[in-house]
T-cell receptor, first 115, second 112 residues
Framework: AQSVSQHNHHVILSEAASLELGCNYSYGGTVNLFWYVQYPGQHLQLLLKYFSGDPLVKGIKGFEAEFIKSKFSFNLRKPSVQWSDTAEYFCAVKGPGGGADGLTFGKGTHLIIQP | KAGVTQTPRYLIKTRGQQVTLSCSPISGHRSVSWYQQTPGQGLQFLFEYFSETQRNKGNFPGRFSGRQFSNSRSEMNVSTLELGDSALYLC???????????FGQGTRLTVV
């Protein structure tokens, strides 16, 4: 079964700091990769997605992610974070493989940005 | 266009009861998936429906079931509720390709 690992459960940064959240997945075949964000009291929103092509994908609010197939990774980055980026971030994978084929989520990273 | 709508937003049920949650997908979306979110287990896939047929199912007991209607609206049912079923239940809808999922606000179920 597919699994997704997010390296950091809690991250605290100051405004303007650079951000990188790690995500690794287990399945070696063709996958679709996503980062979702959940702001306090709000629903899950799609930040960005990778289906194919350019491994560096850009999303909303200045976020980007790089797909590195050889490392089974899809790390999320932002050059300069803002207080409003405080939220829970989830990496998710959807891939073939039979059986349950919904999105497989990582445990999430709780990001706190200090003003 | 309107997003994914889940009703009710909050529910309190007693152990042993059953519950039905509702989800209206984005207009034109035919795929609806359900997820359970808990602090301990995170987000876990329950099942997916497409054109009234269950297409995929996660690793949950048979007490968890669902269905989809011809207008793509979906319901999820949990029978014989247990305390551990307390969670946020999220519904997501997807378009034609069924890959990108758009989530609703969720239904917060508390079992007492």
């Amino acid at each position: 079964a597919q699994s997704v690992s997010q390296h950091n459960h809690h991250v605290i940064l100051s405004e303007a700091a650079s951000l990188e959240l790690g995500c690794n997945y287990s399945y070696g075949g063709t996958v679709n990769l996503f980062w979702y964000v959940q702001y306090p009291g709000q629903h899950l929103q799609l930040l960005l997605k990778y289906f194919s092509g350019d491994p560096l994908v850009k999303g909303i609010k200045g976020f980007e992610a790089e797909f590195i197939k050889s490392k089974f990774s899809f790390n999320l980055r932002k050059p300069s974070v803002q207080w409003s980026d405080t939220a829970e971030y989830f990496c998710a994978v959807k891939g073939p493989g039979g059986g349950a084929d919904g999105l497989t989520f990582g445990k999430g990273t709780h990001l706190i940005i200090q003003p | 266009k309107a997003g994914v709508t889940q009703t009710p937003r909050y529910l309190i049920k007693t152990r042993g009861q059953q519950v039905t949650l509702s989800c209206s997908p984005i207009s034109g979306h035919r795929s609806v998936s359900w997820y359970q979110q808990t602090p301990g287990q995170g987000l876990q896939f329950l099942f997916e429906y497409f054109s009234e047929t269950q297409r995929n199912k996660g690793n949950f007991p048979g007490r968890f079931s669902g269905r989809q209607f011809s207008n793509s609206r979906s319901e999820m049912n949990v029978s014989t509720l247990e305390l551990g079923d307390s969670a946020l239940y999220l519904c997501a809808s997807s378009g034609t390709q069924g890959i990108e999922a758009f989530f609703g606000q969720g239904t917060r179920l508390t079992v007492v």
